[in-house]
């Protein structure tokens, strides 16, 4: 059964695209790690803040992905600037995907309570596959004959609107796309194609700042503008739209507690997760978190679920006693 799963796991990655499939990382602390798909988020708290999160998927499952990030941005003493890293490693089977990026942010005041932020990213990305790994049955299968590592160059943008209590956003990390399978004895082909990513959530005090409820989404997109490319084999590609609905809770300023549902708008797809996460902020800047997915899918047969850890840190210099959150 492991063999089978792993092998699954492996085609997954190089067939993604001839299989639909979304090829980026998921989280369920996406409002927790937003810098890593919208480089407008950076500076968007007014102050310096450091995020890192580990996630293990499908826990249980031989070669199931797990990912690690770590996120730094800083609006500038010129405030309309802002500026930040990402970094990330994504480990899915016999593959490996690590990639640094740096980000650039413009900040433009809209009235007295909204901001829009457009923000570019650049980076590089070391992926690798280790195929000659893989237990195979068929050992001749020249699919699996060379191993690969590709340095690959990064290019992204985002848009990022916000008010205190409310923000929009849209953005694609990866502008550039990049052929997997360059030099392989095979003719099966693969592509790091383009995702897009929108969100859109708001903060309802319910009882003054004793009590935030603070509904979001977060859609993916895979395939948008697909009609444009100038591969014949890629006019048709795609996958089924993606949506993370979140409800949350903040109490007293200090404790974070949501449950999220993480489906497709495609009825011939099954619905993915229900999850549920908490985050508690200390009085010295210092965040901690984690979440939960329980799968709903035919996966609940082989996997008791998904786990993700975050911590961070909130260098707010205005708040010399209590460190106040913003809330997106």
Known sequence: MMKKTLTFLALLIFLGQAAYGQQEPMFTKYMFNSLIFNPAYAGSKNHMT????????????????????????????????????????????????????????????????????????????????????????????????????????????????????????????????????????????????RHYYFMTGAAIPVNGDALIFKPSILIKNVGLFKSQSKLDSFNDIGAPNEFDVDISFLFQQTLWVGGSFRSTWNSASSPDSADFWFSYLLKNGFRFGAAYDIPISDLNKVTNGSIEIMLGYEFNFEEKKVVTPRYF
């Open 50 to 193: 450091l995020g890192l999160l580990h996630r293990t998927q499908w826990f249980g499952i031989e070669g199931a992905p797990t990912t690690q990030t770590f996120t730094a941005h800083t609006p500038l003493r010129n405030e309309r600037v802002a500026v930040g890293m990402s970094l990330i490693n994504d480990e899915i089977g016999p593959t490996q995907t690590i990639g640094a990026n740096l980000i650039y942010t413009y900040r433009i005041p809209l009235g007295e309570k909204f901001k829009l932020s457009v923000g570019l990213q650049g980076g590089l990305e070391s992926y690798k596959a280790n195929w000659t790994g893989l237990n195979i049955e068929n050992t001749g299968d020249q699919a699996f004959a060379d191993n690969q590592s590709e340095m690959l160059p990064n290019f992204g943008g985002g848009i990022y609107l916000a008010s205190d209590h409310f923000y929009i956003g849209a953005a694609s990390p990866h502008l550039l796309e990049h052929d997997l399978r360059k030099g392989a004895i095979t003719e099966i082909y693969a592509r790091q194609v």
